[in-house]
């Protein structure tokens, strides 16, 4: 273990996987830096992925398992731990059934390759079916839409940026976010250069944000959660002008479908709830139109809105009806190393039932109905298991949140970090950390511009009692007499049996892939692949208005009467990212948290600053029909007028150092939570467009009264 040694690996911060390399010394992991030798990232790394030592190092890791009891907390052998889990989590099903067990599975699970043995050896065979996860704050929308219109959750065509003549991004910031639902380390690097050889790039966004520019293009301000009106007027009008391209007609089907509901929304009808001046909508609809080759992307920034769900099917229609969906320079299906598309294959029409707490999507339940889950149904969840996530911070409804962990019989919390759900454990369970552990990039094939498999070693070994989660998960299950992995004569090799069979159905081998450190390529994404090879439909075309969106569009109207009746001056609140934040991972570490980074502030615009008399470092009271928070005022002239802005994965979390000193606020405090609070065909919550009331802390005291 003495001397120096670097090691090729990659993050798993976020879906480009970029390739870095480790140096460890004596044993331990000391520095990350970019890998220069990578075959796709070629030297990029962001700010949060070279980070990843100082998490690895932190001393406030959780690093034994811990258990509360009476208030006390105690450090307790895994034996201990894995026996007292069991023993309640059989009592429970004897009891009450499998209904009483719910998991609960945050982001950072979507990239580790093995929790997709551990999880459904253990809840599967017990019949767990109330399981939620971080998608349905952030991307679970395109999901339901994709099954509408393709007939798979996982068919997502990637925007061409190498070639490219004209692109519409929605609601994305790639210099803070990179891009989700799109594999491309130096994403702003992609934008830049598409630019540079004359591309037109639009950003539609409520502000002006670090990806728009002079570099890159403009932004196109709108008024939060109203994109799906404009995605409407900008088919409108290519229908009542230049008209749908031919190849529309051969690759969709209810083009006239697609063709009443945007009747309802020309640019004159929508300008004034959007914002953006119907000239100006009318412009970009031509131009889109009439570029030789142009694509489009959405992301979180309209994910998290109302109507995430009609939205990217619209955005998707843009690139259809101009003959750019599967096209050189369009929009194209990512290169499949497993057959995912086929494996996902799905009806959204059967997909929504009428659950407990009002119609959903079968699956993974709606994460800002998990307290009611827990405190209200007819059948509650007593025992609740959070892997690689923190719900308290990042679920809507915190307080609520709050009372329904002090009701469950059992929390058992699996992490990095004593993080704010853990407070309420009564375990707390060391993971291994993605230095700790090997592991392949599975998670995101087919959604890569340019698609490579990468195997890494554990750069270093578990520290202290650290465990995989998959490790855990099986002797969980051994303990209460289930099979489990463990069983196996070499459970080493019988924990990659999925991976194995992923890569052997791309004609790939771990060996083969084993023996690239820095990762073996793939291929590019596909022109005139998509229905040749990935729609699933039964008659190989694109659902252009899925009978399944019905409730949907009737939202739709009532929405858009809302949104035009609403009352001039209201504000609303979006929630944004920053380059050196994910989610409230970084909430410890002291070089994401310097200067002026030692709270996350409300931002407004300087007009809406003035017009309430408010200055930078005022306090001010933040209200909305679900929550209040506390914040201080900071500036943004990007901001249009009547946006306030905040920035997500802040809040107390005591058992981090740097977050008991800084813990800046919770945003999801401010957002809607309980039933009617998501969008009922995909489960996916509503974390923008808030409306909001803001005033000083402090108000003058009024003259007496004689």
Known sequence: ?????????????????????????????????????????????????????AIHSDPDRLDHPLHRFDGETEVRSWDDAVGGIAATLTSLLEEYGPESIGLYMGNPASFNSQVGIGTPELFARLGVTRVFNSATQDCSNKFAAATAMFGTSALHPLPDL??????LLLGSNWRVSKGSFLVVPNAYRELTDAAARGARIWFVNPRDTETAGSRTGETVPIKPDTDVYLLAALIHEIDRTCGFDPVAGEQGVRLDGLRAFVADYPPER???????????????????????????????????GRQGMLAYWLMTMLVLVTGNLDREGGNIPGREVYPATRKARGDLSRDVVDGEFGPMRRGHLPGALLADYVLDAEQPIRA???????????????????????????????????NATGEHADWLLPAADMYERADVNVATLGMAASTFVQWTPAVVPPR??????????????????????LDADDPDSARWSRVDHMLASGGLTREQVTSLPHGLPVGDAEPGSLFARHIQTADGRVDCR???????????????????????????????????????????????????????????????????????????????????????????????????????????????????????????????????????????????????????????LEPSVV
């Open 464 to 485: 202290h009692e650290r465990r995989e989660e998959w490790w855990i998960l099986a002797r969980i299950a051994q303990a209460m007499g289930l099979p489990s992995v």
């Open 1 to 53: 273990m003495s001397g120096e040694r670097r090691t090729a690996t990659y993050c798993r911060v976020c879906e480009p996987a970029c390739g870095l390399v480790a140096t460890v010394r004596d044993g331990e992991l000391v520095a990350l830096e970019p890998d220069r030798d990578h075959p796709v990232s070629r030297g990029f790394a962001c700010r949060k992925g070279l980070a990843g030592a």
């Open 270 to 304: 929508v300008a004034e709830v959007c914002g953006i001046p119907a000239d100006r909508i009318r412009g970009i609809a031509r131009d889109f139109a009439a570029a030789p080759r142009a694509a489009a992307h959405m992301s979180t920034g309209v994910n998290m």
């Open 546 to 700: 899925p009978a399944a969106f019905d409730a949907a569009v009737a939202r739709c109207a009532r929405i858009f009467a809302e949104l035009a009746a609403e009352e001039p001056g209201r504000l609303k609140l979006i929630a944004r990212r920053d380059a050196k934040a994910q989610n409230s991972w970084y909430a410890n570490v002291p070089e994401m948290k310097r200067g002026t980074r030692d709270r996350n502030p409300l931002t407004l615009s300087p007009a809406d600053a003035g017009r309430l008399g408010l200055s930078p470092g005022d306090e001010v009271v933040v209200r909305s029909e679900w929550g209040e928070v506390r914040a201080s005022v900071a500036l943004d002239p990007g901001l249009r007028e009547g946006v306030v802005a905040m920035e997500h994965g802040w809040g107390l979390q005591p058992g981090l150092r740097l977050s008991r000193e800084r813990p800046g606020v919770n945003v999801n405090r401010l957002m809607p939570h309980g039933p009617g609070s998501y969008e009922p065909e995909s489960n996916m919550a509503r974390l923008t467009g808030i409306p909001v009331e803001v005033r000083p802390l402090r108000l003058p």
């Open 162 to 167: 190498r070639r490219t003549d004209a692109l």
């Open 384 to 418: 609740l298991v959070v892997i690689a996530g923190n719900p308290l911070l990042t679920i809507p409804g915190e307080e609520r949140l709050r009372k329904a962990f002090e009701a469950l019989e059992l929390l058992v919390v699996i992490d990095l970090y004593p």
